[in-house]
């Protein structure tokens, strides 16, 4: 067992930086590549979670944020206070510059706006893609980074060839605050989306039941689309299968009851790992010994 008194760090981290600015390419040299899926562990963070760092002394969770505008509509205002409710909520944030640009106007912006943070949560200075520039301008643009506000850490990175990325999980993880993993090791995958939400509907029908349910159960994702003319609410439409209608009586429960927890705990988790407003949309069917079908199994994607 893991506990706090081994010393064991955990906590959540995002990365900031204008477009192109390389955190995607970092948060995936970090983890290695993978999404999370974070199924039924504690959720305390509600932005998505593009992948946890799993080391012997810690867990690093890096979450999504938007990307930071200039705001001129409400929604804009709306959107950077969001930005602003992540910064807030992560222990630590990594402010990626690119070595081989100058630093501008959009660095400059999010430099203000992490500074209005005032002190609450640490930001580590990044300059990332090093293996493009010779080493005496990384230098100077760690000094022109160095200039734009008051950061805890400076640090340079390259997610391509691999130099300094443990450093910056090192860096990371100093700023975590002492605690068990929040994750279960393993969580990891490169599975599509709609696996993934799959399993989480899965995993929530079968909580609770699991004696008389074990494997009779599947689910699959008939489609996952956006509202039409809303960009904050997915419609997913799932189907969950069962062998007997003993069994969808169950699932099902006293007047639709459990089939309703069902959904709005599948919810909960289909949300915290798309980042997203989900409305699902959750039937039940007998197929009977769908697990003996050849036709029936391809259709439920086995
Ligand atoms: N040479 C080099 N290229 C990099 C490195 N990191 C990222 N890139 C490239 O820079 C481009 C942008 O990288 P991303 O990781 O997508 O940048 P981002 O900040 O996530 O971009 P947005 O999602 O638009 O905000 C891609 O073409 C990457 O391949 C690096 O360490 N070295």
Not at 13 to 36: D, M
Not at 167 to 177: F, N
Not at 193 to 222: F, K
Not at 246 to 260: D, M
């Amino acid at each position: 067992m893991t506990s706090s008194a081994d010393g064991f760090r955990s906590g959540f981290a995002c990365f900031v930086g204008r477009p192109n600015a390389g955190k995607s390419t970092l948060t995936n040299a970090l983890v290695g590549s993978k999404v999370a899926i974070t199924s039924s562990k504690p959720q305390t963070t509600r932005h998505a979670i593009r992948g946890i760092v799993h080391r012997p002394d810690a867990q690093l969770v890096i979450v999504d944020t938007p990307g930071l505008h200039r705001p001129r509509t409400l929604l804009g205002q709306r959107l950077n206070d969001l930005v602003h409710a992540t910064w807030a909520e992560v222990d630590v944030i990594g402010f990626c510059v690119p070595a081989d640009q100058k630093i501008g106007p959009g660095d400059r912006f999010i430099a203000a706006e992490l500074a209005k943070l005032g002190r609450r949560t640490p930001v580590v200075g990044v300059v990332t893609k090093a293996d493009l520039v010779p080493r005496d301008r990384v230098a100077e643009q760690l000094l022109a980074l160095q200039k734009l506000m008051d950061f805890a850490e400076l640090v340079p990175v390259s997610a391509v060839d691999g130099f300094q990325v443990d450093v910056v999980a090192d860096l990371l993880v100093a700023r975590l605050p002492a605690g068990p993993p929040l994750y279960p090791e393993g969580e990891l995958t490169d599975e599509p989306e709609a696996t993934l939400v799959a399993e989480l509907i899965r995993e929530a029908a079968l909580e609770g039941v699991e004696d008389e349910l074990p494997h009779s159960i599947a689910v699959t994702v008939e489609d996952m689309l956006p509202r039409e003319g809303r960009d904050d609410l997915l419609d997913v439409h799932a189907l969950l299968y069962v062998e007997r209608p003993s069994q969808k009586a169950i699932v099902i429960g006293h007047r639709g009851q459990r089939l309703k927890e069902v959904g709005s705990t599948a919810r909960r988790h289909i949300e915290a790992l798309l980042g997203t407003r989900v409305y699902l949309d959750l039937h039940v069917k007998v197929a009977k010994d769908w697990q003996r079908d050849a036709k029936q199994l391809r259709r439920l994607g086995f």
